[in-house]
Every structure is written in structure tokens, then in C-alpha cells.
């Protein structure tokens, strides 16, 4: 099919505001704010910390710079963007997009922010530029998943360095010969490995590829090269990362048709703050947890029934820190369980030393079960053996936040005060979501981050 874009350059720097689908723009504003909560959140994680002290950054402010999220203080652009990218996917609670397999708000929402200073944005200039960055997210996806996160790639920061490459690009209003060269410099900076989940560096991951973004649109506007053909030469993004895998090239013939954004998995914000692997299994443990009125110590068995995609996140089993739990469906399982959900409390060391959190996990067995073997979008049927020989059983078939069962502004605001809560002035909490709600109607971004900083004066 035909589009109105027939290549990148096109339809990243030609699409017009009114080009997206209402749904589509609306989608993109409920995600940016979303990622703003959980920035917040990961703000007074384990990990801000050694990042402000590695950086240099968080006891100073750059003179127009970006501000860092969960502070006062602003930062230079590429710092700004790694760090707030960082903290963004710290607690992996931010949005995925399937079929890229990635957390694309985490990478996006920190590159356009940190440019919006220097690029005169309005608040529209910066959701089209995130659907544009959604769009790539997709189609790179599409064109090399499963293959190229089966081989063992995270593509929040393979895909990512791309994607934000081309929203800044476009954000920066380059022309298409620069945004060209900065496809090539995000390709050669794209990287990330899965054998880090369940660490500090996972998170990292998605700070380097918001800050590849930023720096190869940068470059690329000093007119620095790249190679034209950076995606598609023999020694280029895609067969590379793809280990000679077949690569589906005519996703590429198809920017905005139809858009990532409205797709049917384009993006699914996120109602626990672990992997997306384990959300319908937490789903469904709930409600059997309130089938059983409670009686967790009565369970002899429990069985998580998952699809062959799941075992590829979930290599944790006991975790051994907190950031360990949120790849172990055993984990996330149990505390299900005994809590009716799984919370930002849950992957803390307090909860991962919990007396009743072993017993559960040793009665856990995860495995693939043929009713949901090749779903796509993670669903699990989780089945309880009490001590008397009852079977309590639950299918979920798709997550709380996929587009289908998408957050109301209700449970986002709640989302929203609870990632808050202890970060900003209480009083100002409600503002910021409003803001962020507001910014596809905002002049430029200084009213958001005037809500967003932490000074009592900003108000």
C-alpha cells in the first residue's frame, strides 16, 4: 500500500500535526505523561544517585540547559537525556510498544525534552515529533523482531538510538540529507545487551540511546557524515543486528500506514512496575488470590502457563536485589498472592526478604502452556493446586494498558500521584499532571517544568 510518505525523510520531517489521528495524538500525550511519573519515581531509586555522581551533575545548573527530573537543577542536553532516560526505565514501570519489544517513552520523551529549549518547540512540535519516533520504533521492530531481540539484543536502545535519532531530527527541523547523516551516527551507537536485565544497566540502556539521539541530530546538524546507507548495506544496522536473519524490508515502503501509535500493540502503558512479560500472570493471580478469599498458605502448587516469549525476559527465578524480582515471574507471582498486586513497594529489600515470599516461590513452576505458546503479547494462565486436590485456574489474555484496555485518566492520575508522591511539593502534583495532560495545547514547555521541578518557588 501506497502512503503519502515514501521514505523516511518524508514522512519524518513532512508529516503535518493534523496528519495524526486524534486517538493517536491523545495516546502520545497520556504516554509522555506517564513517562514523566515514572522519571519522577526512578528519581529516588538506587540509581540517580551514582548517575548524578558519574555525570558531575544534579549540585549546578547548565545555563539553558534541561531540567533533570526529580530536582531543581538543569543539566547540558546530552546529560539531560541520559540521565533522565535512565531514571525513566529505572523501575520499569514506563510503556512498551510491540512489536519492537521496547520501552520507547523512556528514550523519546528524554531526547525531545532536552531539546525543546533550543529547538523553539511547542508542546505540539513535541507530541508529533514522538509519534514520528513511535513510528520508527514499530517499523524496525516489524521489519527485524523476533529474530533480533531472540538474539539477544535490547532494542530500547538498539531501535531506541534510531528512533530518537529521528524525532530530534525532525524536532531540530533538519534537512533531510542532515537527518540522513543522523541515522547513520544513532545506528553506529546503538547497543545493549539483555544479559544485563535485572540490573542498574538495564535502565542505562535507555539513557544512552535518548542520548545518542540527541548527539546524532546535533552532529548531523554541523553537517558531520554518515553513510546513506547505514540500514541497509551488507555491513549496516540491519543485517548486522539481525545475524543474517531474513529481514522483512517492505515495512519500511509503509511510514503511517496505518500509524505505530494506533496500531493494535503500538504502545501499553504499564499497571506494575516489572517486566511486561509478567502483567497478565499478576492479573491473574489476583484474582485467584480473591477466588480463594486470601488462603495463601493453603496452595500446594502453583503453575505460570506462558508463551515461548516469555522465558526469553523472566531469567530470574529467586532475585537476589530487588531489580533481580521484576524478571522473575515466580517473584512477581507470589507477592501477587499475598497483596492482591504488585506496587512499587513490592521491589524493595524489605519485601525481597519477606519470610513468605521463598515458600511461594518454591511451590512456583513457570512453563510454556500450548493455549497461550505463540502469543505475542505475553499472556499467561496461572492454575493453584490447594491441599485438598481444588484447581483455581485464570487465563488473561492481554495486559491492563494495551491499547484495547487502555488507562483511564482516572487510574493515570493515580499512577501519576503515586510516582510523585515524595518528589515533588505535594500541592504541585496535581498541576504537573494537568500540565502534562495540557501539552498538546502548551506555547512551549516552560509551564510543564516550572510544575515539574521540585523548588518550592517554581509554583
Known amino acids: ?100 519489544y521496547s520501552h520507547p517513552s523512556a528514550v523519546l520523551v528524554p531526547a525531545l525534552f532536552a531539546l525543546a529549549g533550543e529547538a523553539g518547540a511547542t508542546g505540539q512540535d513535541i507530541v508529533s515529533a514522538y509519534v514520528v519516533g513511535i513510528e520508527v520504533f514499530g517499523k524496525l521492530g516489524r521489519a527485524l523482531n523476533t529474530a533480533h531481540y531472540r538474539a539477544g539484543w535490547h532494542a530500547t536502545s538498539t531501535f531506541g538510538s534510531i528512533a530518537a535519532a529521528v524525532a530530534a531530527a525532525r524536532l531540530l527541523r533538519l534537512t533531510p540529507a542532515q537527518l540522513s547523516c543522523a541515522i547513520g551516527i544513532g545506528a553506529s551507537a546503538s547497543s545493549g545487551l539483555r544479559a544485563n536485565f535485572g540490573t542498574m544497566t538495564k535502565p542505562l540502556h535507555a539513557g544512552y540511546a535518548a542520548r545518542n539521539g540527541v548527539l546524532a541530530a546535533r552532529l548531523a546538524r554541523e553537517d558531520f557524515t554518515a553513510s546513506e546507507e547505514a540500514l541497509t548495506h551488507k555491513f549496516g544496522f540491519a543485517p548486522v543486528f539481525n545475524g543474517g536473519e531474513a529481514i522483512r524490508w517492505d515495512e519500511f515502503a509503509h511510514w503511517g500506514a496505518p500509524f505505530e501509535i494506533t496500531s493494535e500493540y503500538g504502545l501499553a502503558l504499564k499497571p506494575f512496575p516489572s517486566c511486561a512479560a509478567t502483567h497478565t500472570a499478576i492479573e491473574a493471580a489476583a484474582a485467584l488470590r480473591a477466588e480463594i478469599g486470601g488462603t495463601v498458605d493453603r496452595i500446594r502448587d502453583i503453575r505460570a502457563g506462558v508463551a515461548e516469549m516469555s522465558l526469553e525476559p523472566l531469567i530470574h527465578v529467586t532475585p537476589k536485589a530487588p531489580l533481580e524480582g521484576k524478571f522473575s515471574m515466580h517473584y512477581c507471582v507470589a507477592n501477587a498472592l499475598l497483596d492482591g498486586t504488585v506496587d512499587l513497594a513490592t521491589f524493595s529489600e524489605a519485601r525481597l526478604h519477606d519470610p513468605r515470599i521463598a515458600p511461594l516461590i518454591a511451590r512456583t513452576r513457570m512453563e510454556v502452556d500450548d493455549r497461550v505458546r505463540h502469543d505475542s503479547e505475553f499472556a499467561s494462565v496461572v492454575t493453584l493446586t490447594m491441599e485438598d486436590g481444588r484447581r483455581h485456574e485464570k487465563l488473561v489474555p492481554l495486559a491492563i494498558g494495551k491499547p484495547a484496555r487502555w488507562f483511564s485518566r482516572e487510574r493515570l492520575q493515580q499512577k501519576f500521584a503515586d510516582c510523585a508522591a515524595g518528589i515533588l511539593p505535594q500541592d504541585r502534583v496535581h498541576q504537573a499532571f494537568e500540565s502534562a495532560q495540557a501539552l498538546d495545547r502548551l506555547p512551549s514547555l516552560d509551564p510543564l517544568l516550572r510544575q515539574l521541578s521540585t523548588t518550592r518557588a517554581a509554583a
Open 1 to 100: 500500500m501506497a502512503t503519502k510518505w515514501p521514505d523516511l525523510a518524508s514522512f519524518a520531517l513532512g508529516l503535518a500535526h493534523d496528519d495524526i489521528p486524534r486517538d493517536g495524538r491523545r495516546k502520545a500525550v497520556d504516554a509522555i505523561t506517564d513517562a514523566i511519573a515514572c522519571g519522577l519515581a526512578g528519581s529516588a531509586s538506587e540509581i540517580a544517585g551514582p548517575m548524578l555522581r558519574a555525570l558531575g551533575i544534579g549540585s549546578r545548573n547548565e545555563p539553558g540547559g534541561a531540567l533533570l527530573l526529580g530536582s531543581e537543577h538543569t543539566a547540558a542536553a546530552a546529560d539531560a537525556a541520559l540521565y533522565n532516560g535512565t531514571l525513566i526505565h529505572a523501575l520499569n514501570y514506563d510503556d512498551v510498544t510491540h512489536p519492537a
